[in-house]
């Protein structure tokens, strides 16, 4: 096995840095009753890895780590099981996975896919979804197993800590082995953002609008029609409006099925607001635990005068920043919009490591092209913005760290040194754990791997429930 290997693939937390290759292995993880039996490569507890799996988590670490890393199919199954081992005893042990926790990571992953490739249906493309919504479902499958494994290995290790000599006695360790690691070069970056808000005369123009939709609906027109004509929804002109079937459980905003859920048959709601814009939604039919809907979506238009006005008032503001007036940390406080980023001083979390840090390299292009050029505390030009959901901004973005790549020092990288020594330590801990939990797990490995060589003992097979 090449030498650190194993701390970046631990230090990364494999599920969430492999996020990629989880996407594109969904489609045949989604019915394991469906799964042919000799697909299945191990099954720990009511978990499964597919032999698909493995085959694309070793692509995406040797795609993320540029070739670095080489990990065989033994080494990389071991891997997933441990992790599959950790979800398992996370149920056992009742787990708490909080739903806001799910959606934020969904949130910031969504972002993060999106910068990469340039937009949502870019990514629905790229990895074989049928909407955003149905991206969205299965991000939180996987985020939800990332978290509850997350929480098992806290769980764990909560209370392990190293010491100055600990960390110093790790380094000299890598140092001696000439194993020290190459550290890419890094930015941390945080931005400040101020929205264009539409009038009140525009969202009244748009509320009375969806009324009248609502009164020709109910009088007889063709709420089809209706929705192909007005609606700001992309997917109107192919679908009428028509969202399928959701339920309760469905990865829709709550706004939405709040509504859906408290209409009956053939009824069409009030207009409603969303962070999507204005709806007014029909339920076709009640089918079981969940509802049929079509709805149509309009966002109300911002003025040129009022993107002028929110430009001028950024404008002013980093001027105040660059004058020394305030600090980049208390404007982004003082009038920051985005509620993700206003609270921690508008640092952008990283949403494929969830660190505030990105390996310069890796980022999204037109990112990387607003900061490349940046020294550290410079601010970037004012740059404008808008969502999918309709939001129009002017942004600008403070570098506030910057580092060059280079082999670790204990002088510079300490803090790195220091949380590389405490995984190391924390993964022995975790080791001691398995070897125990091992025992007591149901573990079935498919007969092409138990030809492997295992640091733990998954080659037994017990049906301890």
Not at 120 to 136: M, P, Q, S, T, W
Not at 232 to 257: C, L, W
Request: proline share 2%.
């Amino acid at each position: 096995m090449m030498p650190f290997k194993t701390k970046i693939l631990k230090n990364t937390s494999i599920l969430c840095a492999f996020l990629l290759a989880t996407l594109t292995a969904i489609n045949a993880q989604e019915n394991t009753q469906q799964t042919k039996i000799d697909g299945v490569a191990v099954v720990i507890g009511k978990n499964i890895v597919l032999d698909s799996d493995i085959d694309k988590f070793k692509q995406e670490v040797e795609v993320r780590s540029e070739g670095k890393i080489k990990i065989t199919d033994c080494e990389m199954l071991e891997e997933l099981m441990q992790q599959k081992l950790l979800a398992h005893h996370g149920v056992i042990d009742s787990v708490v996975v909080a739903q806001a926790d799910i959606d934020s990571r969904v949130k910031r992953s969504i972002a993060y896919f999106t910068n990469e490739y340039g937009s949502e249906e870019k990514v629905i493309k790229a990895y074989g979804f049928n909407d955003i919504e149905d991206l969205k479902k299965e991000l939180s499958r996987v985020q939800k197993e990332n978290l509850l494994i997350e929480k098992e290995q806290l769980k764990i290790t909560e209370k392990i800590a190293v010491t100055p000599e600990e960390i110093r006695v790790y380094f000299k360790g890598l140092q001696d082995k000439n194993e020290l690691p190459e550290i890419p070069a890094e930015v941390e970056i945080a931005q400040l953002v101020l929205k264009a808000s539409p009038t009140a005369q525009e969202i009244t123009r748009v509320i009375d609008k969806l009324t009248e939709i609502k009164k020709q609906v109910e009088a007889g027109a063709s709420f089809k029609l209706k929705a192909i004509i007005n609606s700001d929804d992309p997917s109107a002109a192919q679908n009428s409006g028509n969202m399928g079937i959701i339920t309760k459980e469905t990865n829709f905003v709550k706004e939405f099925k709040e509504v859906a859920f408290s209409l009956e048959e053939g009824q069409v709601s009030e207009p409603f607001k969303s962070p999507f814009g204005y709806h007014i939604i029909l339920l076709n039919k009640i089918r079981g635990n969940g509802r049929e809907v079509s709805h149509i979506l309009l966002q109300p238009e911002i003025a040129d005068e009022k993107l002028k006005e929110t430009k001028e008032t950024i404008q002013k503001v980093v001027k105040e920043i660059k004058d020394g007036t305030l600090t980049f940390e208390q404007a982004v406080k003082k009038y920051s919009e985005e509620e993700e980023t206003k609270s921690n001083g508008g640092l952008i979390i990283n949403p494929y490591t969830q660190e505030t840090t990105f390996e310069l390299t890796r980022m999204a292009p037109d990112l990387f092209g607003r900061i490349s050029e940046l020294n550290q505390g410079d601010l970037s030009d004012i740059f404008y913005d808008e969502t999918r959901e309709g939001e129009k901004m002017y942004k600008v973005i403070h570098l506030k760290t910057k580092t060059k790549t280079h082999k670790a020092n204990i002088i510079d990288d300490y803090v790195r040194m220091q949380k590389f020594a405490l995984a190391k330590k924390k993964e022995e801990q975790i080791t001691k754990w398995s070897k125990e939990k091992i025992k007591e797990t149901y573990i079935k490995l498919a007969k092409d791997y138990k030809k492997c060589t295992f640091k733990k003992d998954w080659k037994k097979e017990i049906n301890t429930k």
